[in-house]
């Protein structure tokens, strides 16, 4: 059987179709896992900065909190307590 140049064209042409074909279809899968990761990275920082004001908050009560207990003793609102360490 022999293969006319116009067939080894038209096969030619049908092979470049495919694989264009199947370079769009994995773009547009790549565009999907481009948006799913730009939305995952946009949610994890918007929880990284909830949580920095959670750890900013936490700090300023520790602060508080090392404040008013200094040497063995807890002073909140003008009321003392000695804090006795002997067990």
Avoid: A, P
Avoid at 9 to 17: F, G, Q, S, Y
Avoid at 31 to 45: C, G, T, V
Wanted: with cysteine; hydrophobic share 30%.
């Amino acid at each position: 059987m022999v293969i006319k140049e116009s067939e080894k064209i038209e096969n030619v042409l049908n092979d470049m179709i495919d694989l264009n074909m199947e370079s769009c279809w994995r773009l547009e899968k790549l565009k999907i896992s481009l948006d799913k990761s730009q939305k995952e990275k946009e949610e994890l920082r918007r929880k990284n900065i909830k949580l920095e004001e959670k750890c900013e908050e936490y700090l300023k009560n520790i602060r508080y909190i090392e404040k008013k207990t200094r040497d063995n003793t807890v002073n909140f609102d003008g009321i003392s307590f000695y804090i006795n360490e002997s067990v």
